[in-house]
């Protein structure tokens, strides 16, 4: 089970971090072996893969429309993944999904996905 959190209403040009934790004992272990990801679906369109970071964090991908603006990062520890949003634009408003992949590194594999967390960029 994943738990994602921290979406809400901001206005373009903010910034916005998201949450992400595991919530169990079983998906601990299995966050802190793969990799974790972000994806976001806006109203009426498809799926878009958003950030990626490995098992040790040592390694992240981004989706082109958020590079340069969004990080991504983990503690590993607390189970935990985040997404920073500086920049923000209206259209960064999706739903955001955390998803965790069933390799160390990639999104090619995703296992579980999380319940999603709502984003809305006012311009």
């Known amino acids: 089970q994943l738990q994602a959190s921290g979406g809400g209403l901001v206005q373009a040009g903010g910034s916005l971090r998201l949450s992400c934790a595991a919530s169990s004992a079983a998906s601990g272990r299995t966050f802190s072996n793969n990799a974790m990801n972000w994806f976001r679906q806006a109203p009426g369109k498809e799926r878009e893969f958003v950030a990626s970071i490995s098992r040790n964090g040592g390694i992240t991908s981004y989706g082109d429309s958020v590079k340069g603006r969004f990080t991504i990062s983990r503690d590993r520890a607390k189970n935990t993944v985040y997404l920073q949003m500086n920049s923000l634009k209206p259209e960064d408003t999706a739903v955001y999904y955390c998803?965790?992949?069933?390799?160390?590194?990639?999104?090619?594999?995703?296992?579980?996905w999380g319940q999603g967390t709502e984003l809305t960029v006012s311009s």
């Open positions: 998803a965790v992949n069933r390799k160390p590194i990639g999104w090619d594999l995703i296992g579980s």
